[in-house]
């Protein structure tokens, strides 16, 4: 199988020209050439020879995945992307709109071992994590859709299938993809990493001082309720992801975002609220509250008679709050429904 030519930052990519006996800076067409909106072909590539176009044929895919399926939401225009990798894997990714701001919704596996009850790639199981390459291409085709419109993706939250922070080093050299002016010239501050609380890695991106937001997956005020819904809470427990979470605040000096899926009956009470309230009153952070989206399984979205006093009791305690209304709902696009169905 040929190579993604996606997984090589470009100085990897200098290398291999170097060794074809080309010039180094041939390296840097084709980075201009393939990003930020892909090509079809290495024979688009114009201003390099044609005996190193053969080569790069040889050696190089340039089209990372195929879209398979485009679904347009008919209520947000969030539009979503089923993408059939080169070994047949289905991904899906999504673009979100708000305003002015252009958000692509990032898979970084195929699949997921977390099984969280609310969530319907947890359905999948896990398959495989996905290459740097592939979740760059991801937004390579996110850009090429966009830029029928004249615009291009402007923020980054890797939210979409898989835990990324469980496949660290890729995560980390799409990061920086991400955020290279030279590349896609994404701010840090546009991009997010959401994880279920996988402590180690979370300690990795201090420790490497990798300035990406923080989302913490957090969905319950105990560890009984936690447990139940978030198998992972057993290894890494409430108060290990309340230690990181403070830690990573002050070290990286940015605020926490903690996600709270709103499940009725199960975490959505007076008590859950007051209980969240003291895990939360000594953290820098915000607090997405988040109606759990429409699944397969036998859990009930809390009503807006629920939310609403939950959230004010959040709210007066002087935490930072939002219900956070999913985009792409009916297409299958919003927080926890991505399971790669074409349908």
Same mark, same amino acid.
């Given at each position: ?26 390296? %840097? ?6 990003? @930020? ?30 879209? =398979?399926?485009?679904?347009? &939401?008919?209520? $947000?225009? &969030? =539009?979503?992307?089923? /993408?059939?990798?080169?070994? $047949? ?13 252009? #958000? ?19 359905? !999948? ?26 615009? %291009?993706? #402007?923020?980054?939250?890797?939210? +979409?299938?898989?835990?990324?922070? &469980? ?20 701010? #840090?501050?546009?991009? *997010? ?11 990795? /991106? ?23 819904? !978030? ?13 990181? &979470? ?15 899926? !709103? ?5 959505? +009470? ?15 952070? %915000?607090?997405? /509250?988040? @109606? ?18 939950? *959230? ?8 930072? =709050? ?22």
């Amino acid at each position: 199988m040929k190579q993604n030519i996606y997984d090589l930052n470009l100085e990897e990519l200098q290398e291999k020209i170097i060794e074809f006996g080309e010039k180094k800076y041939r390296a %840097k067409q084709i980075f201009d050439a393939i990003f @930020p909106c892909g090509i079809n072909s290495i024979y688009d590539i114009k201003n390099i020879p044609q005996n190193l176009q053969i080569k790069l044929d040889e050696k190089f895919e340039f089209v990372a995945a195929k879209i =398979v399926k485009t679904k347009v &939401s008919a209520i $947000d225009n &969030s =539009v979503k992307f089923a /993408l059939k990798l080169l070994d $047949d894997s289905i991904i899906e990714s999504v673009i979100l709109y708000a305003k002015d701001r252009r #958000t692509l919704c990032l898979s970084s596996q195929v699949g997921c071992a977390l099984n969280c009850a609310f969530c319907e790639t947890a359905k !999948m199981g896990f398959k495989r994590n996905l290459s740097s390459g592939e979740i760059l291409y991801q937004l390579v085709v996110a850009n090429n859709y966009l830029k029928n419109f004249g615009e %291009k993706i #402007t923020n980054i939250v890797f939210m +979409g299938m898989g835990e990324a922070l &469980s496949n660290f080093d890729n995560f980390e050299k799409a990061f920086f993809a991400i955020h290279d002016q030279k590349i896609f010239g994404i701010g #840090t501050r546009k991009i *997010t990493v959401s994880t279920a609380g996988v402590i180690p890695s979370i300690k990795k /991106l201090i420790e490497r001082k990798i300035p990406v937001d923080l989302a913490i997956s957090l969905n319950a005020a105990t560890d009984k309720i936690r447990d139940e819904i !978030m198998p992972i809470n057993k290894k890494y427990p409430i108060s290990q992801l309340l230690e990181i &979470s403070k830690e990573y605040a002050k070290e990286g000096d940015r605020k926490v975002m903690f996600e709270y899926v !709103m499940i009725s009956g199960k975490n959505d +009470g007076e008590n859950d609220a007051k209980q969240l309230v003291k895990l939360l009153k000594n953290i820098p952070c %915000k607090l997405n /509250l988040i @109606p759990l989206n429409d699944c397969t399984n036998a859990l009930v979205c809390s009503s807006e008679a629920q939310i609403e006093p939950f *959230t004010k009791i959040i709210y007066d305690a002087g935490i930072r =709050v939002m219900v956070r209304r999913s985009g792409g709902k009916d297409i299958g696009g919003a927080c926890g429904q991505l399971a790669g169905n074409l349908t």
